[in-house]
């Protein structure tokens, strides 16, 4: 081969060799670009996915509020307060006897900012009697109490904060103890490499790493945990660019945010931020300086050095923070020996949020699953606020965990469960809702999806459908209580029973439904119209298809008791149907209102009609299947219904004062017998719960077409007042009855019932 041949041939091969070299360079700059397009895109607009959070309803404070000591005490334990001898900042509080002083911190609600104030409450017997505030306010607002979140699929959860609300101290600790070269570095730490690579090689493997903060942001934000040299230098690539486009106070202001802390339940703790509310209940820029060490010291393994369960070992590595920061120049020696002096200082672990109350949580989300979509939920940081009552919640759990552990304890069952929905009548709220005996589990929800006959709950919509012709019914209509046999389109006779197994013969339609009489009901029904029924029932609210079978009269019909409680909602509220409601209005993170759920009101019943009914509702509790409410609430008008299914399997009550409304079943989740009725089960728990919440008992003000009419309590027949068998009852004006009997007892019995209907 001549020189000139072999010299093209050199040449051709040198060329070949810089083209291969060439394509792992080129490889290099698009793994670069595309590494650098992800961290600007991602990293700069939207570092992290921020769960909403649900807030309660604020306590309202005001002089002659209704509030004990003890409710607020409650209330500012669920807050989060600390109770101290005189409050000196936000979150903290002091009782003295009636007196108590509190330092709010503020908040920013969905319709104006609640400044912090220094508050002086005085309460006597129940009542706010004195308010003084330090800006003169005459109504305020304390901060909601967290119900809980909606989490990313990942349930991580993060309080984020800006560098300038992190305690100096803080950030000293952190960058002594896990980058002591941070701010000299440029993402990757070249002496820190040597090291880890000598002690790999000894070892025979990966065993050792050489993170910066920088690469252990990296690493927690866009990388999986694995030890392999391609993932290393993928975060050392990803470091390094990370650098080059965000300053040291942004990466260490992210590294705050991202960084794993503890585990609550199915909730990740991440960053500096929430670590310091679920550990010490207190925001991040008021920890002491030995709490600042002991977040600090849970970076290195949060479940290792858990304070709750390891608390020797926590204590000890939180020592080491504070000598490591000392050995390093940042901190000063003298007060790291006085946070040193200190113990670990750890109260009661913190209830988890997601354990809190999650039965009003779960219908929380599936009223926002209506009109959001889940990433919306779990990843843009909304606050999402509500009418829950965490005062009524308390009153509800207890009533009904209490029963249920009475009834076990007189041997009737080992299986007993429980349910709870509590509403406003005036508009829709739903205030409280227990899902289950153990009320801090998030599983089962019988509150919103135990489907069970509903037993005589369901009669009021008979009577409703019979008093919505005054033509033909009215409260003194007689009907028979003899036995009632149907034939049936396949042959079959359907009997109903009355619970007591008599007949009563000819009776009055009101004491019918007070003393919840099966087989006056059932020929009521029937002779009424199934659709009819079908069709009150829906007009009630309730959404589920009824089927038009005989039994329906007597609630053979499966339903929720969320479902029993939007019907009674429409009785409690005089016929005006309101969609029951959990949430108020959705915020996002600057304050916009990104939608409110205002009061929807839709009258589908005449006033009237209603009135007469809850006339009948009210005898209920006098001298039907509820009267046991005389004495478990005496002095206290109410209405209500029992209800009672075939072989004491469900117990209910459903009823209403002024103010509230409640719906409450008891029952076993395999459907066995209970040996409850509703008034010896259901009825005791809405007695308790109502003895403690409620404020205000029915308002007995007629609306303008009804009149009241004396009539014969056995037989119906207009009468006198003075006669001594004759009772008022309410008549849509215009069908009252005429006077057929006279009696000549003078007018006192008159006047006396007009001085108790004006009292």
């Known amino acids: 081969m001549n020189k000139k041949v072999k010299g093209e041939h050199n040449k051709s091969r040198k060329g070949l060799w810089w083209k291969l070299l060439l394509i792992p360079v080129l490889i290099g700059i698009a793994v670069m670009i595309y590494l650098d397009v992800i961290i600007r895109s991602t990293y700069d607009e939207n570092k992290w996915a921020v769960p909403s959070t649900v807030f309660a309803r604020p306590l309202e404070l005001y002089e002659g509020a209704a509030l004990t000591i003890a409710d607020l005490k409650t209330e500012l334990g669920l807050l989060g307060y600390k109770f101290v001898a005189q409050p000196v900042k936000p979150g903290q509080a002091s009782i003295q006897g009636e007196q108590v002083q509190l330092y709010t911190p503020g908040f920013q609600f969905s319709d104006d900012l609640e400044p912090p104030r220094s508050i002086i409450l005085t309460i006597n017997n129940g009542v706010v009697a004195k308010l003084d505030t330090d800006d003169g306010a005459a109504l305020l607002r304390l901060e909601p109490v967290v119900i809980g979140g909606i989490y990313p699929a990942h349930n991580e959860d993060r309080l984020l904060v800006q560098l300038s609300e992190v305690p100096e101290s803080l950030q000293a600790m952190l960058v002594a103890v896990e980058d002591d070269s941070f701010y000299d570095h440029f993402g990757i730490s070249m002496r820190g490499i040597a090291r880890a690579l000598v002690v790999n090689i000894k070892q025979g493997g990966i065993s050792q790493g050489a993170s910066t903060l920088t690469q252990q942001l990296v690493k927690n934000y866009y990388l999986s945990s694995e030890r392999t040299l391609s993932r290393k230098a993928q975060e050392a690539l990803m470091a390094i660019l990370l650098e080059f486009h965000f300053s040291k106070a942004e990466i260490l202001e992210g590294y705050i945010n991202e960084i794993y802390l503890g585990q609550d339940g199915p909730r990740a703790i991440h960053g500096f931020g929430l670590a310091?509310?679920?550990?010490?209940?207190?925001?991040?820029?008021?920890?002491s300086l030995d709490k600042q060490a002991l977040l600090v010291a849970l970076v290195r393994g949060a479940s290792y050095y858990n304070p709750w369960r390891n608390p020797e070992r926590a204590l000890k590595r939180r020592d080491l923070v504070l000598d490591i920061a000392v050995r390093e120049g940042r901190l000063d020696a003298e007060l790291a020996a006085t946070a040193k002096s200190q113990p670990l200082g750890m109260g009661e672990q913190t209830a988890s949020s997601t354990k809190r109350f999650p039965a009003y949580l779960d219908l929380v989300r599936r009223q926002l699953q209506r009109d959001y979509k889940v990433e919306d939920l779990s990843e843009n940081g909304l606050s999402i606020f509500t009418h829950f009552d965490p005062l009524v919640q308390n009153s509800a759990e207890l009533s009904l965990t209490k029963a249920i552990a009475r009834?076990?304890?007189?041997?009737?069952?080992?299986?007993?469960?429980?349910?709870?929905?509590?509403?406003?009548?005036?508009?829709?709220?739903?205030?409280?809702?227990?899902?289950?005996?153990?009320?801090?589990?998030?599983?089962?929800?019988?509150?919103?999806?135990?489907?069970?006959?509903?037993?005589?709950?369901?009669?009021?919509?008979?009577?409703?459908?019979?008093?919505?012709?005054?033509?033909?019914?009215?409260?003194?209509?007689?009907?028979?209580?003899?036995?009632?046999?149907?034939?049936?389109?396949?042959?079959?006779?359907?009997?109903?029973?009355?619970?007591?197994?008599?007949?009563?013969?000819?009776?009055?339609?009101?004491?019918?439904?007070?003393?919840?009489?099966?087989?006056?009901?059932?020929?009521?029904?029937?002779?009424?119209?199934?659709?009819?029924?079908?069709?009150?029932?829906?007009?009630?609210?309730?959404?589920?298809?009824?089927?038009?079978?005989?039994?329906?009269?007597?609630?053979?019909?499966?339903?929720?008791?969320?479902?029993?409680?939007?019907?009674?909602?429409?009785?409690?509220?005089?016929?005006?149907?309101?969609?029951?409601?959990?949430?108020?209005?959705?915020?996002?993170?600057?304050?916009?209102?990104?939608?409110?759920?205002?009061?929807?009101?839709?009258?589908?019943?005449?006033?009237?009609?209603?009135?007469?009914?809850?006339?009948?509702?009210?005898?209920?509790?006098?001298?039907?299947?509820?009267?046991?409410?005389?004495?478990?609430?005496?002095?206290?008008?109410?209405?209500?219904?029992?209800?009672?299914?075939?072989?004491?399997?469900?117990?209910?009550?459903?009823?209403?004062?002024?103010?509230?409304?409640?719906?409450?079943?008891?029952?076993?989740?395999?459907?066995?017998?209970?040996?409850?009725?509703?008034?010896?089960?259901?009825?005791?728990?809405?007695?308790?719960?109502?003895?403690?919440?409620?404020?205000?008992?029915?308002?007995?003000?007629?609306?303008?077409?009804?009149?009241?009419?004396?009539?014969?309590?056995?037989?119906?027949?207009?009468?006198?007042?003075?006669?001594?068998?004759?009772?008022?009852?309410?008549?849509?004006?215009?069908?009252?009855?005429?006077?057929?009997?006279?009696?000549?007892?003078?007018?006192?019995?008159?006047?006396?019932?007009?001085?108790?209907?004006?009292?």
């Not at 339609?509 to 919840?516: D, F, N, Q, R």
């Not at 009237?608 to 206290?636: C, I, K, N």
Request: glycine residues 10%; charged residues 20%.
């Open 276 to 287: 310091s509310q679920y550990y010490f209940k207190t925001p991040l820029a008021d920890l």
């Open 407 to 759: 009834h076990k304890r007189d041997g009737l069952t080992a299986k007993l469960e429980g349910a709870v929905v509590i509403t406003r009548p005036n508009t829709g709220a739903v205030i409280a809702i227990v899902g289950g005996a153990n009320t801090r589990f998030a599983g089962f929800n019988r509150a919103i999806d135990a489907r069970r006959q509903v037993g005589s709950l369901i009669k009021p919509a008979v009577y409703l459908t019979a008093l919505e012709q005054p033509e033909q019914y009215n409260l003194a209509s007689v009907i028979s209580d003899d036995e009632y046999n149907l034939s049936l389109p396949n042959g079959d006779i359907w009997s109903p029973k009355n619970y007591d197994k008599k007949d009563h013969g000819q009776v009055l339609l009101y004491t019918a439904l007070a003393k919840s009489y099966n087989q006056s009901t059932a020929r009521l029904g029937n002779e009424l119209g199934l659709d009819k029924i079908a069709n009150t029932i829906e007009r009630l609210g309730v959404e589920q298809t009824v089927p038009e079978l005989p039994a329906i009269t007597l609630g053979a019909v499966d339903m929720s008791p969320i479902s029993v409680a939007q019907m009674y909602q429409t009785l409690s509220a005089d016929g005006f149907y309101t969609p029951l409601l959990a949430i108020s209005a959705v915020v996002e993170p600057d304050g916009t209102v990104l939608k409110s759920y205002p009061l929807a009101v839709d009258k589908r019943f005449d006033a009237g009609s209603v009135y007469m009914l809850r006339h009948a509702m009210q005898a209920v509790t006098h001298e039907g299947s509820g009267r046991a409410l005389e004495w478990l609430l005496p002095d206290f008008e109410v209405a209500g219904k029992t209800g009672t299914t075939n072989n004491l399997r469900d117990s209910w009550f459903a009823g209403f004062s002024g103010d509230m409304m409640a719906v409450v079943w008891m029952g076993r989740d395999d459907n066995g017998s209970t040996g409850l009725t509703g008034s010896s089960g259901a009825l005791r728990v809405w007695a308790d719960i109502f003895r403690q919440r409620s404020e205000l008992p029915i308002q007995n003000l007629p609306p303008q077409n009804i009149s009241v009419g004396w009539v014969d309590k056995d037989t119906g027949q207009g009468s006198q007042g003075s006669c001594l068998n004759s009772i008022p009852l309410p008549f849509i004006s215009g069908y009252e009855p005429e006077i057929e009997l006279r009696c000549n007892q003078g007018v006192k019995r008159v006047i006396e019932w007009f001085r108790d209907l004006v009292e």
